[in-house]
Every structure is written in C-alpha cells, then in structure tokens.
C-alpha cells in the first residue's frame, strides 16, 4: 500500500511540473519513479531464491572486508550478495538491499550475547525470500538445529582453502588449531553460550574469539545456501538435523496450544536451559 500512495503523490507531483514547465520533463520523472524499488512489508516472502554456490558464500563471509563488520552482517550480506549476482529474476532487488542495517546484530545485539547474529541474519533473509513460491520459513529450523547440534567452526582443509580471502597469508588446519582450537558445539542458538563453550572447551577469552567467530560465519553462510539450495531442488532435507527427539517429546505437551500444562512456543532445545547439560 505503502507504494502505491507514493506512487500516486509521485503522479501529483508530476501533475504540477506538467503544467509549469511543460511536458518535455515528463518522461525522466516517470522512470525515476518507476526504477526506484525499495521493500515494504508487502515484499516480505516474494524475492525469488535461485541456487548459490555454498563455497562462494562462504567466501564471501570470510571478505576480510566484510568479516571486520560482526556476524550478522557477514552471512546477511554474502547470501545478498550472492542473489543479487545470480539468475533470480529478483536479483535487482536483492542488489537494492541495504545489507547494512545488518551490523547491528554482532555480539548477540550490541554484545548483549542474546541471539547469536548468524541465526539472526538467516531469519532476515529468510523472511525476505520465496523458494518456487514456497515460504522458506519451513527450513530456518534446519539452521537453528545444525547451528545447536554441530561442532563448529568448520575446518577441514578443504573449506579453509575454499573460503581464505585472496589477501591472506595462510588459513590451513594447523593455523585453525592455533588461533581456534577445537571446533565445538554450541547446544544453544544464544551467542553467549556457544562463545562461552568454545572459550572454556579451548582454554581461550572471549577477547581471543575473532577468527573463531569469523570461520563460524563463514560455516553457517555454506550451510544455509546448502539447505536452501537443496529445498529449491526439492532434495532429501533429512540429511539436515532437525529438532532433537527430546526437544520434541517436550514440545508434544508444553506447545502453543496447550492450557493444561504451561504454554510454550519455543524450537531451541529445551534441556539447555532445563536439563542438566
Ligand atoms: C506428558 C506431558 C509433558 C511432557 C512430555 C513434558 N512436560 Fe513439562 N510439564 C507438564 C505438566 C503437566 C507440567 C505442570 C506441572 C505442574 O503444574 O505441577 C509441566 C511443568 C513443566 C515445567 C514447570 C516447572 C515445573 O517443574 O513444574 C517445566 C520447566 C517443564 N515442564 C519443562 C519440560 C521439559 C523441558 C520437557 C522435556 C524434557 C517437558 N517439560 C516435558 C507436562 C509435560
Ligand atoms: C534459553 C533458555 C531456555 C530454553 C532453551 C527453554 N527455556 Fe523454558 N524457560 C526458561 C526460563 C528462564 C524460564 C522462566 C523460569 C522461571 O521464571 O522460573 C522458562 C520457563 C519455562 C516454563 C514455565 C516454567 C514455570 O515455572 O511455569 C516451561 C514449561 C518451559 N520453560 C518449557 C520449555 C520448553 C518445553 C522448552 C523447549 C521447547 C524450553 N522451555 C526452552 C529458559 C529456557
């Protein structure tokens, strides 16, 4: 709606010059209008996923460039990045977002450590696509679940080689261990407990996290163009985690629904907090 009444008060405007300096100012007028595309709520779940090569997703996470600007930023503006260079027909839409407004999600929000900014990053970007039409909201539980259940980040040398951006030295399994340790699994979607199990598991300060923090970035952007491409194929997407079973079995009585028992919406794993984990 929000369009369209600019567009009207765009013709108003129009209107007027037509009659004060005549017609000849038209047309320009016109296209400037029409080529300036913004997003409205309205084009929430309309910009068409087309597939994106993971390793260069991850690449361009890794951007020295763009790792410097936080977590949220990184993943949210390499799958931006990587729409607007592809064959979606949506692909200058993607160009016209202002992946920017993404900075802000680093630290878990302002070093809060609430949500960690790489699943915060893929709820923007999911709520912002279509998969042939399809919502893709369905697939942001496979993000949650790999990002909770998978030791990260990655670092076989294979994936190290693949994303090292072209002006640095080395970034080889042996510089991973050195100034990452051992990958860990985070057990939580809050960036304060997986960088505070990566800390303690490694014997390092949350001072020390950059490259560790860098690499998970790249990790979650290689993933989640992985699972978006294989939905946009309709692939098996069992081979992505899901909800643990206990995660489950809580949610069958504690769910949105439910009077009876407390009242629950929630798809974190419910024994992080809970359990005795
Ligand atoms: C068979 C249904 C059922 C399942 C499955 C279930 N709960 Fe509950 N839960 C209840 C009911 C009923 C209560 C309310 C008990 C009461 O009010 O005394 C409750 C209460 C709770 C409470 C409130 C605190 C307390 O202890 O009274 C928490 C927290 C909770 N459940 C967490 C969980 C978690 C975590 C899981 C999965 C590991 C789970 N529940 C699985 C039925 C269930
Ligand atoms: C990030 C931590 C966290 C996670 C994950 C989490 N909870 Fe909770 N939950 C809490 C906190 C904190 C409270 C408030 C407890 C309080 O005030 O006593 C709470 C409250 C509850 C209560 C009400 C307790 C009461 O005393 O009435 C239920 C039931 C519950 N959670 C179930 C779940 C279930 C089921 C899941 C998984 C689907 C889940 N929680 C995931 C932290 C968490």
């Known amino acids: 709606m929000m369009s369209m009444d600019r567009r009207n008060a765009l013709k108003n405007i129009i209107g007027i010059t037509t009659c004060a300096a005549g017609a000849t100012l038209v047309p320009s007028f016109a296209n400037a209008a029409e080529e300036a595309w913004s997003l409205t709520p309205a084009d929430l779940g309309t910009l068409a996923y087309a597939p994106i090569d993971p390793m260069k997703v991850a690449k361009l996470a890794y951007n020295q460039d763009v790792r410097n600007k936080g977590c949220m930023y990184q993943v949210f503006h390499a799958l ?22 993404s900075v802000y999600g680093s630290g ?8 960690c900014g790489n699943n915060n ?26 990002y909770e259940q998978t030791a990260l980040p990655l670092n076989s040398a294979e994936f190290l080689a693949g994303v090292k ?3 640095d030295t080395d970034l080889t399994p042996e510089v991973f261990a050195t100034k990452v340790g051992e990958p860990t699994i985070a057990k939580s979607l809050l960036c304060h ?14 001072k020390d ?3 560790r923090c860098q690499l998970l ?12 491409n294989t939905a946009y194929e309709a692939g098996d997407m069992s081979v992505f985690p899901g909800k643990t079973p206990a995660t489950t079995g809580c949610s069958s009585c504690h ?3 439910s009077t009876t028992v407390p009242s629950v919406m929630a798809g974190m794993e419910c024994d992080t907090c809970h359990g005795n984990d």
């Open 165 to 167: 951006d072209d002006r």
């Open 255 to 257: 769910n949105t629904a």
């Open 209 to 211: 996290k950059g490259m």
């Open 80 to 101: 931006i990045t990587a729409l607007a260079e592809s064959e979606s027909p949506d692909a200058a839409k993607f160009a016209a977002i202002p992946t920017a407004m």
């Open 108 to 115: 878990g929000i302002f070093g809060q450590g609430t949500i």
């Open 193 to 206: 407990a997986s960088l505070t199990r990566w800390a303690d598991a490694n014997d390092m300060a949350i």
């Open 217 to 228: 970035s790249a990790s979650m952007a290689y993933k989640i163009a992985e699972i978006l």
């Open 121 to 146: 990053a893929a709820g923007m970007f999911f709520k912002l696509i279509n998969i042939k039409g399809e919502s893709a909201s369905a697939h942001l539980a496979s993000v949650s679940a790999y």
